[in-house]
T-cell receptor
């Protein structure tokens, strides 16, 4: 596609509910990143994939967060047993890799009530 | 520990003026310094980027100045326009050689250009 597509754009979850956030990267981009952006803050790194391999998950805040990219294209970020502190915009970015810049999607705004 | 410190938090500039946003970093292994522009409801968009082997990079009205010894870099927006009103983030990346690596972002600067 022409850009990075994320769905849903908005998600309201009750505390304790599981959620799944989807990212469609730019076709052919080998690198895929997930970031979390709290209100009024800069994005914070969560995890990184190169093709289907998850090479860095050091930013995932707890074991309730899980990401996958089984075929090296679409990625899903799953949050189990959501908490209020999980409320944020979740951004996905993709890149050709190496020293190329990243393209971000518009994000999914998650609100946990 | 905040690895990339950005200032000011907010900035108001008159149309036609120069907007200046500053960032400082600690990690000397950072090797790529991009600036992103973000409008409400949108993801960050790459504006301009620099590597530490040059001291300045200019693209249109946007210039990055880089001071390696001081571990500081700044964004200058010349002839600022109301359409430049947005939140700006500086970022830095430590390249490990295993592929593209995650960016460390500053906290952002909310820029308002007054007509």
């Amino acid at each position: 596609g022409a850009g990075v597509s994320q769905s849903p754009r908005y998600k309201v979850a009750k505390r304790g509910q599981d959620v799944a956030l989807r990212c469609d990267p730019i076709s052919g981009h080998v690198s895929l990143f997930w970031y979390q952006q709290a209100l009024g803050q800069g994005p914070e790194f969560l995890t990184y994939f190169q093709n289907e391999a998850q090479l860095d998950k050091s930013g995932l805040p707890s074991d309730r967060f899980f990401a996958e990219r089984p075929e090296g294209s679409v990625s899903t970020l799953k949050i189990q047993r959501t908490q209020q502190e999980d409320s944020a915009v979740y951004l996905c970015a993709s890149s050709q890799g190496g020293h190329y810049g990243y393209t971000f999607g518009s994000g999914t705004r998650l609100t946990v009530v | 520990q905040q690895q990339v410190k950005q200032s000011p938090q907010s900035l108001i500039v008159q149309k036609g003026g120069i907007s200046i946003i500053n960032c400082a970093y600690e990690n000397t292994a950072f090797d790529y310094f991009p600036w992103y522009q973000q409008f409400p409801g949108k993801g960050p968009a790459l504006l301009i980027a620099i590597r530490p082997d040059v001291s300045e990079k200019k693209e249109g009205r946007f210039t990055i100045s880089f001071n390696k010894s001081a571990k500081q870099f700044s964004l200058h927006i010349m002839d600022s326009q109301p359409g430049d009103s947005a939140t700006y983030f500086c970022a830095a990346r430590e390249y490990s050689g295993g592929g593209a690596d995650g960016l460390t972002f500053g906290k952002g600067t909310h820029l308002i250009i007054q007509p």
